[in-house]
C-alpha cells in the first residue's frame, strides 16, 4: 500500500519558520520526483518545491530564498524547510511523488500564517 503522510503544519507567526514532513511508504522512492505542492482556499493548487531522483530542486519564484527541499532517501522521507513565512504561505500542503505512470499525493497539512 502507497502512504505519503505530511506533517509539521500548523499556525505560525509572520517571519517564523517550519519544517513540513513527508514520510513515504510502499515507493521506490529514491527513483521518484518529489514535490510540494499547496492550494490556499478558492485557489488552484500550485507548486511550490521540486525535487528529482537525479538532484535537481525547482522552486517557485515567490519562495526562492525562503523555502528549501530536501530528501532522505535512506529515510524515504521528504522535507520542506520554510523560513521568514508569510501570510500568503498560509495554505494546505502536499507531498508528491511521481514516477511516470504512478502519480500519489499525500492527505495534507495546513500551514496558517498570521499574528
Known amino acids: 500500500q502507497v502512504r505519503l503522510v505530511e506533517s509539521g503544519g500548523g499556525l505560525v507567526q509572520p517571519g517564523g519558520s517550519l519544517t513540513l514532513s513527508c514520510a513515504t511508504s510502499?515507493?521506490?522512492?529514491?527513483?521518484?520526483?518529489m514535490s510540494w505542492y499547496r492550494q490556499a482556499p478558492g485557489q488552484e493548487r500550485e507548486l511550490v518545491a521540486q525535487?528529482?531522483?537525479?538532484?535537481?530542486?525547482n522552486y517557485k519564484d515567490s519562495v526562492k530564498g525562503r523555502f528549501t527541499i530536501t530528501r532522505d532517501n535512506a529515510k524515504d522521507t521528504l522535507y520542506l524547510q520554510m523560513n521568514d513565512l508569510k501570510s500568503e504561505d498560509s495554505a494546505v500542503y502536499y507531498c508528491?511523488?511521481?514516477?511516470?505512470?504512478?502519480?500519489?499525493w499525500g492527505q495534507g497539512t495546513q500551514v496558517t500564517v498570521s499574528s
Open positions: 508528491n511523488g511521481v514516477y511516470d505512470p504512478y502519480n500519489y
Open positions: 510502499g515507493i521506490a522512492f529514491v527513483i521518484f520526483d
Open positions: 525535487s528529482t531522483s537525479n538532484g535537481f530542486t
